[in-house]
Nanobody, 123 residues
């Protein structure tokens, strides 16, 4: 059973940047595609980005592909989400996901989740 721990969230001003990290343990990291989802207050969890097992393939939600970059380091069992040009509407809890399927943008079938990290963007 893989365990996922996110970090790197915080409060930044609009236009700023953040880099989220997700450290995995308890499983074979390179056997999972990895993804990021987010959930704003009162809204459903939505897909942000996914990366293949090798890191060669990436997939983004249309509204974020120009500002966000997903990457992974299989030697460190870690996946990252670089977020630039942040907007107040990016405020949400960001969740790391591990999934044998790539790409998977359906939060209902993701088998492994982290606990989430809060990202707050001020105007």
């Amino acid at each position: 059973q893989v365990q996922l721990v996110e970090s790197g969230g915080g409060l930044v001003q609009a236009g700023g940047s953040l880099r989220l990290s997700c450290a995995a343990s308890g499983g074979i990291f390179s056997s999972y595609a990895m993804g990021w989802f987010r959930q704003a207050p009162g809204k459903e969890r939505e897909f942000v980005a996914a990366i293949s097992r090798s890191g060669m393939g990436t997939y983004y939600a249309d509204s974020m592909k120009d500002r966000f970059t997903i990457s992974r380091d299989n030697t460190k069992n870690t996946v990252y989400l670089q977020m630039n040009s942040l907007k107040p509407e990016d405020t949400a809890v960001y969740y790391c996901a591990a999934d044998p399927r790539f790409p998977n943008s359906d939060s209902n079938i993701v088998p492994h989740w982290g606990q989430g990290t809060q990202v707050t963007i001020s105007k």
